[in-house]
């Protein structure tokens, strides 16, 4: 995939278009997930803080829709509608979901921004979900977890939702992206017109 992006400032009517089909997409997603979480409690109780390894699922919009947009502002933007739309929906964690969703796109967003939208690569996407990880699991901390453990849950919490992050959401919306690309569906984005090499 190539390293080399679109200019990150101007957005075209099928970069808003693509970030809103996305997020609507991953809502749905979202709200389902929030049910297998849930309904995971029961495989985790041999050691809780593992079921952050599910985590990098709700992370995916933060780092696909940088991949594919190639501009600023299209992770967190794309996040923050699909947490809002899954919270529309009946979250079980309710609104807060919508200031989660902000602050996981403002860390999927600095993965691209440290590379100032120039970097597209697998290492940025990689190191782009372990940040929205970082802080999505932190905000939990934080927001659910204050009163566990630190070194037996929460550092544990973060780890597991760190590398799921990087995985699930870095590498895995790296492969989401080249199968798209391939489909010939990106061809009015960086991101696929450069399929043939991919």
């Known amino acids: 995939m190539s390293n080399v992006g679109g200019s990150p400032a101007r957005w075209r009517t099928v970069d808003i278009v693509t970030a809103a089909v996305l997020a609507v997409a991953f809502g749905v997603v979202f709200w389902a997930w929030g049910l297998l979480w849930k309904a995971s409690d029961p495989l985790f109780t041999f050691f809780a803080p593992a079921q952050a390894l599910l985590y990098g699922v709700w992370l995916i919009p933060a780092v696909l829709a940088s991949l594919i947009i190639r501009k600023a502002g299209a992770g967190i933007l794309t996040e923050a ?118």
């Open 81 to 198: 509608i699909a947490a809002t739309i899954s919270a529309l929906l009946g979250s079980q964690w309710g609104l807060t979901v919508v200031w989660q969703g902000l602050i996981e796109g403002a860390g999927g967003e600095l993965g691209f921004a440290l590379g100032r939208y120039r970097r597209f690569g697998t290492g940025t996407a990689i190191l782009s979900g372990a940040l929205a990880g970082l802080a999505a699991t932190i905000f939990d901390c934080i927001q659910w977890y204050s009163t566990f453990e630190l070194w037996s849950y929460r550092v544990p919490y973060v780890a597991c939702g760190v590398v799921s992050s990087a995985l699930i959401a870095g590498l895995g919306s790296v492969l989401l992206t080249k199968a798209l690309a391939g489909t010939g569906v990106l061809d009015a984005f960086p991101s696929g017109r450069g399929r043939a090499a991919i």
